[in-house]
T-cell receptor
Framework: AQSVTQLDSHVSVSEGTPVLLRCNYSSSYSPSLFWYVQHPNKGLQLLLKYTSAATLVKGINGFEAEFKKSETSFHLTKPSAHMSDAAEYFCVVSPFSGGYNKLIFGAGTRLAVHP | NAGVMQNPRHLVRRRGQEARLRCSPMKGHSHVYWYRQLPEEGLKFMVYLQKENIIDESGMPKERFSAEFPKEGPSILRIQQVVRGDSAAYFC??????????????FGSGTRLTVV
């Protein structure tokens, strides 16, 4: 069975400091992995995706994530937080099964950024 | 390109009424997916449709919920006799035909259903 665990439900950082949002996955197949961001009362925006190419993936707004197969992790990082980064972040695994991609979402990490 | 369009953005229904949520996929996309987000939770898969076909409805509740994606027009998620527990945000996503591993979905902004 496939699953995603986001290790922190809430993360709080100061503006200008690094961000680390942790994600571990479980998948029987070689998965695709994504990070999505959801701002309050808004839809989901794709930040970045891993699809078995380079293990270090760069996304939008300065975010990046590293796929570590040995640790089954796909943590999201950003060197310097901005106030506009405050949002809910979802780690998502997409096992390749049945010829299409059913996304499996983690429970989310709410990022707060303080001045 | 208008993206995935969902309407209404907000929907209030009394218990026992019907809710109809609409989703127009991106131009050129023929695959539609519905997800539900309960308060303080991540999104959960409900159903996957192609034009005129339900491919996977393993995430749909067995009763009161149905979905369709007709040859013409938007995809519809229908909830009959709504109950308070149906209050959630419902998101639609679409993808192009010939979907393959690694394609990201494009999500709509969601419909927030409140049952009073």
């Amino acid at each position: 069975a496939q699953s995603v665990t986001q290790l922190d439900s809430h993360v709080s950082v100061s503006e200008g400091t690094p961000v680390l949002l942790r994600c571990n996955y479980s998948s029987s197949y070689s998965p695709s992995l994504f990070w999505y961001v959801q701002h309050p009362n808004k839809g989901l925006q794709l930040l970045l995706k891993y699809t078995s190419a380079a293990t270090l993936v760069k996304g939008i707004n300065g975010f990046e994530a590293e796929f570590k197969k040995s640790e089954t992790s796909f943590h999201l990082t950003k060197p310097s937080a901005h106030m506009s980064d405050a949002a809910e972040y979802f780690c998502v695994v997409s096992p390749f099964s049945g010829g299409y991609n059913k996304l499996i979402f983690g429970a989310g990490t709410r990022l707060a950024v303080h001045p | 390109n208008a993206g995935v369009m969902q309407n209404p953005r907000h929907l209030v229904r009394r218990r026992g009424q019907e809710a109809r949520l609409r989703c127009s996929p991106m131009k050129g996309h023929s695959h539609v997916y519905w997800y539900r987000q309960l308060p303080e939770e991540g999104l959960k898969f409900m159903v996957y449709l192609q034009k005129e076909n339900i491919i996977d409805e393993s995430g749909m509740p067995k009763e009161r919920f149905s979905a369709e994606f007709p040859k013409e027009g938007p995809s519809i998620l229908r909830i009959q006799q709504v109950v308070r527990g149906d209050s959630a945000a419902y998101f639609c996503a679409s993808s192009p035909e010939g979907f393959s591993k690694g394609y990201g979905y494009t999500f709509g902004s969601g419909t927030r259903l409140t049952v009073v």
